[in-house]
């Protein structure tokens, strides 16, 4: 006698709600399709579910999103590095406060207890109606220099692997990983611990259509935004042991669209909206608008803002980090939202006085480039990079040195300046990567700093 195992999955919908309302109809449909037949139905997200680009995830710090999830039924699910990292530690805190599923999550700490998150589980195990044990478990992305300022320990796959599949031993039949790490660590997973039966990827947005079977583990992912779901069917024998295992996805828009699905949609979009409208944040004398090369006032603004909050004289930021113009007259959460959407944190770096000049340098180098170079990766972080504007450096392309300050720089003294951490992530400037001492800050992020710096500041 055999049983049927259904595992339906999302990843990495980053608050692409265009899609929920099909995806919703899509999953309740296969659960109690599966169910009537007898068989096992378990439903999991591999995280990054949400994203604060969209407005109505920013105005409720994702817990819209939670709820949304609460329509499911979901088994469990892990969170990716938008909600690890796209939230406070207090925000994250509180995200699940009212979710009816659970969070699987192994390998983030808290700081300053060493203790697991009170919201998230090392293990779940389900056990079907013939007795088939189903373990869950869940690993993020563990990215040290942005986790731990936020005030949380992430641990990598092999600290936590060897002790979860220990603690396993003899209480699980079917062990399934749901990895917000990324395809190549999947693969590495199945090939060093085979006895992952399987693993259900996110985080680099990979699709797998038919899965991929690496030694006795199955791959299995939905690429991202919520354009596919995913749908794994094991058959179990007598013993509880696998017999056959394959992987499927279902592409979302070949799902049909119901009356209603596009004023559903539209409303997340517009609640977000009216929510952050009745946030003021200051009261503008003057419109402040921005140009895509040199400074302006709205970069002005933004350059005296980053120095306030990283506590620095000089700044760099780039013009594409501005989407829309801050309006004369009241200005809302929802403006700040709509200029800058995205998700940057500020960043602060110390250097040499001589690595300062190299990276100059490479900003001058790269400038002509990068001010129509369009931004992909990472998030959202803009359409185009745009132009390097300074705020307490000057180059001299003639004599070729920069002043700090209105100072010539000493090569051996160490200076500390702020930027954004798109600088660390991306190739172009390696000077600050490579030499520099880096401090991403939390919490909060440019917007977050701007609407700091105009509560504390009258603009004239």
């Not at 995200?95 to 659970?102: G, R, T």
């Amino acid at each position: 006698m055999t049983e049927s195992i259904h595992i339906l999955h999302t990843n990495d919908l980053h608050s692409h709600l265009e899609h929920w309302p099909r995806i919703r109809r899509w999953l309740l449909a296969e659960q109690a399709k599966w169910r009537q037949l007898g068989a096992t139905v378990v439903t999991l997200d591999i995280g990054d579910a949400m994203d604060r680009v969209h407005p109505l995830t920013e105005a409720t710090d994702g817990r819209a999103n939670v709820a949304l999830f609460n329509q499911i039924g979901y088994d469990a699910v892990t969170i990716g590095n938008n909600e690890g990292i796209g939230n406070s530690q207090a925000q994250l805190n509180q995200l699940y406060d009212q979710a009816n599923f659970d969070v699987v999550l192994a390998n983030l700490q808290d700081r300053e207890t060493g203790q697991q998150p009170k919201w998230a589980m090392r293990t779940k195990i389900i056990t079907t109606a013939a007795g088939t044990r189903i373990a869950l478990f869940g690993l993020t992305a563990p990215y040290l220099s942005t986790y731990r300022p936020n005030g949380w320990e992430p641990k990598l796959a092999q600290q936590v692997l060897p002790g979860l599949l220990a603690e396993l031993t003899g209480k699980a039949d079917v062990l399934v990983l749901l990895s917000h790490l990324g395809l190549d660590v999947d693969k590495w997973l199945a090939k060093n611990y085979p006895a992952l039966t399987v693993i259900i990827g996110s985080h680099t947005h990979h699709l797998l259509v038919n899965g991929l079977l690496v030694g006795d583990s199955l791959l299995a992912a939905a690429g991202r935004y919520g354009q596919y779901i995913g749908h794994i069917t094991l058959t179990i024998d007598d013993q509880h042991q696998v017999q056959t295992e394959r992987a499927s996805v279902v592409k979302t828009r070949d799902l049909p669209v119901a009356t209603g699905d596009a004023a559903e949609i539209a409303g997340y979009r517009r609640s977000g909206h009216q929510q952050l409208k009745r946030q003021k944040i200051a009261t503008l004398p003057q419109t402040l608008t921005t140009q895509p090369i040199g400074n302006s006032p709205q970069m002005q603004l933004a350059l005296h803002a980053v120095a306030q909050t990283a506590g620095t004289d000089v700044v760099l930021l780039n013009t594409g980090i501005f989407l829309a113009p801050f309006k004369k007259g009241i200005l809302t959460a929802d403006d700040l939202h709509k200029a800058l959407p995205h998700s940057m944190h500020l960043l602060r770096v110390q250097l040499h006085g001589y690595d300062i000049w190299r990276l100059v340098q490479e900003i001058e180098k790269t400038r002509l480039f990068l001010r129509h170079f369009k931004l992909h990766g990472l998030g959202f972080r803009g359409k185009l990079f745009g132009d390097m504007v300074y705020q307490g450096l000057h180059w001299d392309p003639a004599e070729r040195t920069v002043t700090w300050c209105g100072q010539p720089l000493e090569p051996e003294r160490i200076y500390t300046l702020a930027a954004v951490d798109t600088y660390l992530y991306f190739p172009f400037f390696p000077t600050i990567e490579i030499m520099g001492a880096t401090e991403v800050l939390f919490p909060g992020v440019l917007r977050n700093a701007i609407a700091d710096y105009l509560k504390s500041n009258e603009l004239k």
